[in-house]
């Protein structure tokens, strides 16, 4: 076996896991918590405000960030229920487990910035145009593996039935990405791109990149968190967990 | 006087430009979603290892 693959087979074993991760945890909360603090007082303190939204776009700097973060969880658990179907990985369908009511809630601080944003924009808390109605879809979809997993009692049946949706969700993820292109929107379309320069200084845009990195850091710590505790529920009656037990 | 400098420059900062409730309500609520993400997996890890050890103890009394 090459290298990959012995790596590959060892994560998909819960108890490496358990055993490395801890680090991982700790670096991604300290970075997560730095950064969020750091992009949250810059973009509220100190970034100039806008032209024409005056500082109500200061919500943007959680709302972008979570808008996204909400999308790649998705895409996420789409590759982990790939991997589920496939290999049989148990590692894989607890990160559809753990990672399914976090994206959920991702999803709702995206909706609920965007409606508290778009009251003063748009002068009404929702508009059902392409974006938001498809992002309401996403935050449906993270609730539908969550009750889809409850409804199974068999716990196999459930995982593979999550993975499914998982990954028949992922067609969602572009959906909501050229929604602001396909349809005419409300909603703006991204004022950052790969392909052209911002469409604001960087004195509004790096803020918003921290905090970015910030809702990632953070949240990769909650999963990971989420996991730890996932590999200790379901292998409780193992002779290592036990063991790490009684060590701690 | 420096006091009464801050004092205004606080109000103004908080009141947003007129904007305030809708900010601060966004970044209220984000945050108190953040921190209930971020308190699950400590009381989930608690819970786990009372019922490891209470399973424990009736293993080997």
Same mark, same amino acid.
């Given at each position: 076996?090459?290298?990959?693959?012995?790596?590959?087979?060892?994560?998909?074993?819960?108890?490496?896991?358990?055993?490395?991760?801890?680090?991982?945890?700790?670096?991604?909360?300290?970075?997560?918590?730095?950064?969020?603090?750091?992009?949250?007082?810059?973009?509220?303190?100190?970034?100039?405000?806008?032209?024409?939204?005056?500082?109500?776009?200061?919500?943007?700097?959680?709302?972008?960030?979570?808008?996204?973060?909400?999308?790649?969880?998705?895409?996420?658990?789409?590759?982990?229920?790939?991997?589920?179907?496939?290999?049989?990985?148990?590692?894989?369908?607890?990160?559809?487990?753990?990672?399914?009511?976090?994206?959920?809630?991702?999803?709702?601080?995206?909706?609920?910035?965007?409606?508290?944003?778009?009251?003063?924009?748009?002068?009404?808390?929702?508009?059902?145009?392409?974006?938001?109605?498809?992002?309401?879809?996403?935050?449906?979809?993270?609730?539908?593996?969550?009750?889809?997993?409850?409804?199974?009692?068999?716990?196999?049946?459930?995982?593979?039935?999550?993975?499914?949706?998982?990954?028949?969700?992922?067609?969602?993820?572009?959906?909501?990405?050229?929604?602001?292109?396909?349809?005419?929107?409300?909603?703006?379309?991204?004022?950052?791109?790969?392909?052209?320069?911002?469409?604001?200084?960087?004195?509004?845009?790096?803020?918003?990149?921290?905090?970015?990195?910030?809702?990632?850091?953070?949240?990769?710590?909650?999963?990971?968190?989420?996991?730890?505790?996932?590999?200790?529920?379901?292998?409780?009656?193992?002779?290592?967990?036990?063991?790490?037990?009684?060590?701690? | 006087?420096?006091?009464? /400098?801050?004092?205004?420059?606080?109000?103004?900062? *908080? +009141?947003?430009? !007129?904007?305030?409730?809708? @900010?601060? /309500?966004?970044?209220?609520?984000?945050?108190?979603? *953040? +921190?209930?993400? !971020?308190?699950?997996?400590? @009381?989930?890890?608690?819970?786990?290892?009372?019922?490891?050890?209470?399973?424990?103890? !009736?293993?080997?009394?």
């Amino acid at each position: 076996m090459g290298r990959f693959t012995t790596w590959f087979y060892r994560m998909g074993s819960p108890r490496w896991f358990f055993d490395l991760s801890r680090p991982w945890l700790v670096g991604f909360l300290v970075a997560g918590i730095v950064l969020l603090t750091v992009g949250t007082v810059w973009g509220l303190g100190f970034a100039p405000p806008d032209y024409q939204q005056g500082d109500s776009y200061r919500i943007i700097y959680i709302h972008v960030p979570s808008a996204h973060l909400a999308e790649a969880l998705y895409v996420a658990m789409g590759v982990a229920g790939i991997v589920v179907l496939v290999w049989r990985m148990k590692l894989a369908d607890m990160f559809i487990a753990v990672t399914a009511p976090v994206g959920m809630a991702i999803t709702g601080i995206a909706l609920l910035t965007g409606a508290i944003w778009g009251r003063p924009t748009w002068g009404a808390w929702w508009v059902w145009d392409a974006r938001t109605t498809s992002v309401l879809v996403l935050f449906f979809l993270y609730v539908g593996i969550m009750a889809l997993r409850q409804a199974i009692p068999r716990a196999d049946q459930a995982g593979r039935a999550a993975a499914v949706l998982a990954i028949v969700g992922t067609v969602n993820v572009p959906i909501i990405k050229y929604s602001v292109d396909w349809w005419l929107t409300l909603h703006q379309p991204a004022s950052i791109t790969f392909t052209a320069a911002p469409a604001m200084p960087p004195s509004m845009w790096v803020p918003l990149l921290v905090n970015f990195l910030g809702f990632y850091s953070l949240v990769a710590a909650f999963l990971v968190a989420g996991l730890r505790n996932e590999v200790l529920r379901r292998e409780a009656d193992a002779q290592w967990v036990r063991d790490w037990v009684g060590r701690s | 006087m420096g006091a009464r /400098l801050g004092g205004a420059l606080m109000s103004e900062f *908080l +009141a947003m430009g !007129g904007h305030g409730l809708y @900010v601060w /309500l966004a970044y209220g609520i984000s945050f108190a979603v *953040l +921190a209930g993400l !971020g308190l699950r997996p400590i @009381v989930e890890r608690r819970r786990f290892l009372a019922n490891a050890r209470r399973t424990d103890e !009736g293993r080997n009394p």
